[in-house]
């Protein structure tokens, strides 16, 4: 089964990364990142922009509006997620336990089956099973 796992933490506290420190976690999250990818079973990863560059479109009725910004009502920011096959929900769960462990800092991991998923050409998952 397909699962989303979105990462969320404190942006402010990236953004005082520096560059090594950046390198690093991104280094340690491909390290979690590698049995899943080596089995491929590891899908379309992204790693979020900072909330400043985003916009959101919103309609309550009539035409949408764009606002600058996400307009996030929560301390901690989506900064990126992965798509896995994983057996079980266990085995997500043990996968972003892994990336939790490679990630300093706080910050919370959703985990949610896939309900769809529209691969692209190039996608990495073989059976794009849901």
Request: hydrophobic residues 40%; aromatic residues 8%; negative net charge.
């Amino acid at each position: 089964m397909l699962y989303a796992v979105l990462c969320y933490n404190e942006e402010q506290d990236i953004q005082r990364w520096t560059p090594e420190q950046d390198a690093a976690c991104m280094t340690r999250l491909s390290e979690a990142q590698a049995p899943f990818e080596a089995a491929g079973r590891l899908g379309p990863v992204a790693r979020l922009d900072f909330t400043g560059a985003a916009t959101t479109l919103r309609k309550t009725s009539g035409d949408p509006v764009v606002h600058d910004g996400p307009f996030a009502e929560t301390k901690e920011q989506l900064l990126g997620f992965y798509v896995i096959d994983a057996n079980s929900m266990i085995e997500a769960q043990d996968f972003a336990r892994q990336l939790a462990r490679a990630n300093p800092g706080a910050g919370s991991y959703e985990i949610r089956p896939l309900r769809y998923l529209k691969a692209s050409r190039g996608e990495h998952i073989k059976d794009m099973h849901l």
